[in-house]
């Protein structure tokens, strides 16, 4: 009977020992597991940021450009009531002289 108790004994120890690596490397695994679900979240929340950042930036140049738009579509009717340089009436005087003359030839 001391074989046989010998033998379930050490049978139970090295399953004992079986459990115990399965075990811790089961601990390691998970935390491995943990640590690339932590990290593909940090990526998807960076990639979610910079998304964000980018949209908002499209949406305030947008605002911008139809702002600027909206301060110029106005004055692009309208004629131009004085020059803009005090010389610049004398210009178009000459301009103005300048056809005739090319016309009358």
């Given at each position: 009977m001391e074989t046989v108790d010998e033998k379930s004994s050490s049978t139970v120890?090295?399953?004992?020992?079986?459990?115990?690596?399965?075990?811790?490397r089961m601990?390691?695994?998970?935390?491995?597991?943990?640590?690339?679900?932590?990290?593909e979240t940090d990526i998807v929340n960076s990639k979610t940021n910079m998304r964000r950042y980018f949209l908002d930036?499209?949406?305030?140049?947008?605002?911008?450009?139809?702002?600027?738009?909206?301060h110029m579509i106005p004055l692009l009717g309208e004629?131009?009531?004085?020059?803009q340089h005090p010389n610049q009436q004398?210009?178009?005087?000459?301009?103005?002289?300048?056809k005739n003359v090319i016309l009358k030839d």
């Open positions: 120890t090295a399953n004992t020992l079986d459990i115990k690596v399965v075990a811790k601990d390691r695994l998970e935390s491995q597991q943990a640590a690339i679900i932590l990290s930036s499209q949406k305030a140049v947008k605002e911008f450009l139809v702002a600027q738009l909206a004629k131009d009531k004085e020059p004398m210009t178009d005087l000459v301009r103005a002289n300048i």
